[in-house]
Every structure is written in structure tokens, then in C-alpha cells.
């Protein structure tokens, strides 16, 4: 407990002001876990959600990202473009918005990477690395299956493709952690300690390597607890390691997702927290004119694809409740 109340009072004392200098340090943090057993550092993404990229996209921006990480290594981008990315965010090349929208819209996960923090998440990429010289470049790397929508006609040919967590696993295993320091955004229940199908297959090969950080945000009772316990003032976006701290005792369900059976404690799946505030997930949502043309329609086709049973107009009634004109529903 005395180590806890040291370390908030380090954040306390050299903050100069609440939010901005809180994040500092988070970044700090994560980056100082590669300087010790971490060779690979997995971070929950919130899928879609505005106010929680605040982090991804400091670390973008900092010139000195590359003293910690190589390799950026991230859900909602397909492989089968990973020539398209390294064009784009490496080697800077100007290339039209409509041809990079390829990276996120054409995964297994229609939809759900159509927000605007994703487009804004390459272009942070690529700005960043015009910052640094060309040998001291982050890689995006994409951990979405190889998909080539405009090859693929029935549920036969999707089928190898869907078993997201080895693909990921997989790819993280090979082209990340097996060539440098890793950054990885994904969904937690991918890369939970121990259970993630995603994690294990990592660890089977890097054992020890791989640290996870979760998120801890919102108003619900026990984060509300956690906070008046823990946090002065309520203060956001604090890091928290877990172990040899009381913190790692707390039960994990309360306040994060957890996939393990039973009642699992903070240390069991993760070697470290960021609390977020009590503010609760703001996702923002696309805009829905991108549905109205051949985009819509083409994602009624991949459902098709992907979920027979369901006919070829299942984003029809999504589309009308966003006010899309879309002739082909």
C-alpha cells in the first residue's frame, strides 16, 4: 500500500495540470513495461469509442515512440492490405482516401470499423513517422484475416478466414514479437492473461513477454469505489501496475471484462490497469452517406457471404434507421 501512495503522490506532485500531465505519464508507463520483460505490450481497445483514443493517438505523435516500440500492431486493419499500410504510413506515400478506407472497411467485422477514429488513426501513423527520418519508422502492423473481398463469392471460401483470435495470434507471433518491441490494440477478451486465444498462442513461443494492460472507466458502483479508494479528486487517466500491489486483489469482473470462469482478480488477467474516469464510452458513429453508394451495397453482399441464412439485404434495416437512401434495399 505504501508503494501505491508513493506512486500517486509522484503523479500528485509533478502534475501541472490534471488531464494533460495524467496522460503523460500513462504514456511513460506503458513505454518503461518494454524497457523491462516486455517484449510485447497488448492494450484493450474500446471499439469505437471517442474519448478513450486519446492515448493511441499521443503515442502516434511522439517523436520518441520509436526508442520503445517497432512494431504497432492493431485489430481493425486487414493483412491482405499490409503492402497498402507500409505505402501509406512508412514510406508516406500520398494515396487517395478512398483507396486507404480499404485497411479497415474490408475485415470480417462489417461495419464496426467504420468510425471516423479509425481513418484518423492512419493518418496520425503516417504523420507521425513524416515527423521521424526514415529508418526510425513505427510499422503498422494489420492482424485482420488476409480477406480478398472481390475473390471471395461464398461462405466456403470465408470460412478458413473467420477464426479471428489464431489469425491475430498468429501474426502477432511472426511479424510482430518475433521481429520487435510490440504495441498491440485489440479487443481484451483477444489478449486477456492466459485465456485470450490470441495471447496463448504468443506465449507458447515468447513465454513471459507478453504484458497486457486493461481498462477500468465509468459510474457504475465498483469503479465509483475504486476511484474514491484510490484516485485524489476523481483524477482520469492514471496507470496502475498490478503487481506487488493491493490493487491486483480486486475482483476483475466488477469492473473490466473478463472471459475466465468463476471470480477472477485483477492480476489474473492483466499486469496492468489505467483508470479512464467515470465518464462513460461516447462512440462516435460514421457518416451514414458512405452507405447510400456502391459501399452499402457491397456490405450487403459480404453478409450474404458470411451469414447465408440471413439474405442479401441484412444491413437494409440499419441503413433506413440511419436515414440512408440506399436504391438497392
Given amino acids: 500500500m505504501m508503494k501505491l501512495k508513493l506512486l500517486l503522490l509522484i503523479y500528485v506532485c509533478f502534475a501541472l495540470s490534471a488531464q494533460a500531465l495524467a496522460s503523460n505519464d500513462v504514456e511513460d508507463e506503458l513505454l518503461a513495461m518494454f524497457e523491462g520483460s516486455c517484449r510485447a505490450v497488448a492494450i484493450s481497445e474500446a471499439h469505437g469509442a471517442s474519448n478513450h483514443v486519446w492515448l493511441r493517438n499521443q503515442l502516434l505523435l511522439r517523436k520518441d515512440l520509436t526508442d520503445h516500440v517497432d512494431i504497432i500492431a492493431v485489430e481493425f ?4 492490405h499490409q503492402d497498402l499500410i507500409d505505402r501509406y504510413v512508412i514510406d508516406g506515400e500520398d494515396i487517395d482516401i478512398n483507396e486507404i478506407a480499404k485497411i479497415w472497411r474490408d475485415t470480417s467485422q462489417l461495419t464496426v470499423w467504420d468510425s ?5 488513426f492512419f493518418k496520425l501513423a503516417r504523420q507521425g513517422n513524416l515527423n521521424r527520418s526514415p529508418d526510425r519508422r513505427v510499422r503498422i502492423l494489420a492482424l485482420g484475416a488476409p480477406i480478398d473481398w472481390a475473390n471471395i463469392e461464398n461462405h466456403e ?3 478458413p478466414l473467420l477464426n479471428r483470435g489464431k489469425i491475430m495470434g498468429e501474426r502477432v507471433r511472426d511479424h510482430g514479437v518475433a521481429v520487435g518491441r510490440t504495441l498491440i490494440l485489440v479487443g481484451f477478451r ?5 485465456v485470450g486465444q490470441s495471447t496463448r498462442i504468443v506465449e507458447r513461443t ?3 513477454e507478453l504484458c497486457v494492460v486493461a481498462r477500468i472507466y465509468g459510474d457504475d458502483e ?3 469505489h475504486f476511484a474514491a479508494q484510490y484516485i485524489d479528486n476523481n483524477q482520469p487517466k492514471l496507470f496502475f501496475p498490478i503487481v506487488g500491489t493491493d490493487i491486483g486483489g480486486i475482483e476483475a469482473k466488477e469492473m473490466t471484462y473478463s472471459s475466465r470462469r468463476g471470480s477472477p482478480k485483477l492480476e489474473d488477467i492483466a499486469d496492468g490497469v489505467i483508470y479512464l474516469g467515470s465518464e462513460v464510452t461516447q462512440t462516435q458513429n460514421p457518416d451514414p452517406t458512405i452507405y447510400e453508394g456502391w459501399y452499402g451495397e457491397e456490405l450487403n453482399r459480404r453478409a450474404k457471404i458470411m451469414w447465408p441464412q440471413f439474405g442479401d439485404k441484412f444491413f ?5 434507421d440511419m436515414g440512408v437512401e440506399a436504391k438497392f434495399c
Fill in 316 to 320: 437494409c434495416p440499419q441503413f433506413k
Fill in 77 to 80: 486493419a486487414n493483412s491482405f
Fill in 116 to 120: 471516423p477514429i479509425y481513418e484518423e
Fill in 157 to 159: 471460401e470465408i470460412k
Fill in 222 to 224: 465498483a469503479t465509483v
Fill in 190 to 194: 483477444h489478449y486477456e492473461l492466459g
Fill in 206 to 208: 515468447f513465454p513471459g
